[in-house]
């Protein structure tokens, strides 16, 4: 028996095909099937969820729709807004333009990656007040499709994804309790002295392969993030070290810049580091200045 078929036979499923074909409309609505963990409609052919078609399914907890042809005229402001058990939804590798209307209040992850959205609206966001999880990688954003509030209602947001996006900036006002903003592969060409400080409860940040330039990085960029403990640099265009490195860091990524030199106050407080990558840089021994290492006593050399 197959995955799929087996889940179809468990007690607690209903919903179950993976095979590329086109589901009837009179298929969705199944109530006495009484979906409580799972549905699972990806990879097929689907463009449209019929007005009304979950809305019996209060109990449903995951639903994957991934791998189909869904677009914003597939979906309306009530396909979700009925599952008040929701806390995973699965719409990545679609054809949407925008965030779904009618998230509910109980979502926890919300995975939109590979879509084609250009635009964040924060009026579409406001009842997921819940949401911890937001996955928007590989879509079409820039930095005007995040505007400043935009995210300001996921105030329990814990993890942002944004990699593979357009953005040439970090976007303005995030959830202060954001722990982990994860944005390689994009434009973001400077950081001011503001850019993070809603985002003080980071402690992963990720900014690899963007086109960071030391002279457009602010000294005080970094300075409040207190409690971070990770901070991925790489493949930008560095010529120094950042300024202001908080002292939490246990990781830093600096591999793949323009470093030329490495002076013992650029990393003086550090003494938590455990890992420092500066592989394909231009450092030379001789531009390594004596006492570099002295205050790195957690460093683990490989």
């Known amino acids: 028996m197959s995955y799929l078929a087996s889940v179809a036979c468990a007690p607690w499923t209903c919903i179950a095909t993976s095979s590329p074909q086109r589901v009837r409309a009179s298929s969705w609505e199944q109530p006495d099937l009484c979906l409580f963990l799972f549905s699972l409609w990806q990879n097929n052919l689907i463009s449209k969820v019929p007005r009304g078609a979950l809305s019996l399914q209060t109990q449903l907890r995951e639903l994957y729709l991934q791998h189909n042809q869904l677009?914003?005229?597939?979906?309306?402001a009530t396909t979700f807004s009925k599952l008040s058990s929701l806390e995973y939804l699965d719409l990545s590798h679609n054809q949407l333009a925008t965030v779904p209307e009618g998230l509910p209040g109980n979502l926890t992850i919300l995975h939109l990656g590979r879509n084609c959205i250009r635009h964040v609206e924060a009026i579409r966001?406001?009842?997921?007040?819940?949401?911890?999880?937001?996955?928007?990688?590989?879509?079409k954003l820039e930095a005007s499709a995040l505007p400043a509030g935009t995210l300001r209602p996921l105030r329990a947001l814990h993890t942002l994804?944004?990699?593979g996006n357009r953005l040439e900036r970090v976007p303005p006002a995030l959830p202060r309790h954001l722990q982990a903003l994860v944005m390689p592969h994009n434009r973001v060409a400077a950081l001011g002295a503001r850019d993070l400080v809603s985002a003080r409860a980071l402690t992963e940040l990720n900014l690899a392969y963007n086109r960071l330039a030391s002279a457009h990085v602010h000294p005080g960029a970094f300075r409040r993030l207190r409690a971070l403990r990770s901070l991925d640099l790489a493949g930008n265009q560095l010529s120094r070290l950042p300024e202001g490195l908080p002292a939490s860091l246990r990781s830093l990524?600096?591999?793949r810049n323009q470093l030329r030199t490495l002076e013992p106050e650029q990393l003086a407080g550090l003494n938590k580091l455990r890992e420092l990558n500066l592989a394909h840089n231009r450092l030379r021994v001789g531009d390594i200045e004596p006492g570099a290492w002295h205050e790195l006593q957690a460093l683990q050399v490989r």
């Open 253 to 255: 990524r600096l591999q």
């Open 71 to 76: 677009t914003d005229s597939g979906l309306d």
């Open 161 to 163: 994804h944004l990699y």
């Open 125 to 139: 966001l406001h009842k997921a007040k819940g949401l911890r999880y937001l996955l928007l990688q590989h879509n």
